[in-house]
């Protein structure tokens, strides 16, 4: 059983930074592949980001490329999403999952709220 535990959330103003880090315990890290979504309220969950269990492989939606990076330090079992010039419509409840495989999402952290004000 894998535990996921999201940080790095805030307020930040248009044009602003933020990094979200997602601890992992109690798996192998290195096995999963990882990923950042996002929910804003009234919206669907959104997948923001996907990672490769060795880091070599990266995906980014469309609406944040160029913005933000997923990244990862599997010996420190903890996978980012650095944010830069974050946008108001970015504003969402960010989680972490954890998948054996590409296209699975088998563990899910908390959540942390982002805001971005204009």
């Known amino acids: 059983q894998v535990q996921l535990v999201e940080s790095g959330g805030g307020l930040v103003q248009a044009g602003g930074s933020l990094r979200l880090s997602c601890a992992a315990s109690?798996?192998?890290?290195?096995?999963?592949?990882m990923g950042w979504f996002r929910q804003a309220p009234g919206k669907e969950r959104e997948l923001v980001a996907r990672i490769s269990s060795s880091g070599g492989v990266t995906w980014h939606a469309t609406s944040v490329k160029g913005r933000f990076t997923i990244s990862r330090d599997n010996a420190k079992n903890t996978v980012y999403l650095q944010m830069n010039s974050l946008k108001p419509e970015d504003t969402a409840v960010y989680s972490c999952?954890?998948?054996?495989?590409?296209?699975?999402?088998?563990?899910w952290g908390q959540g942390t709220q982002v805001t971005v004000s204009s």
């Open positions: 109690g798996g192998t890290f290195s096995s999963y592949a």
């Open positions: 999952s954890a998948g054996m495989g590409w296209f699975k999402y088998d563990y």
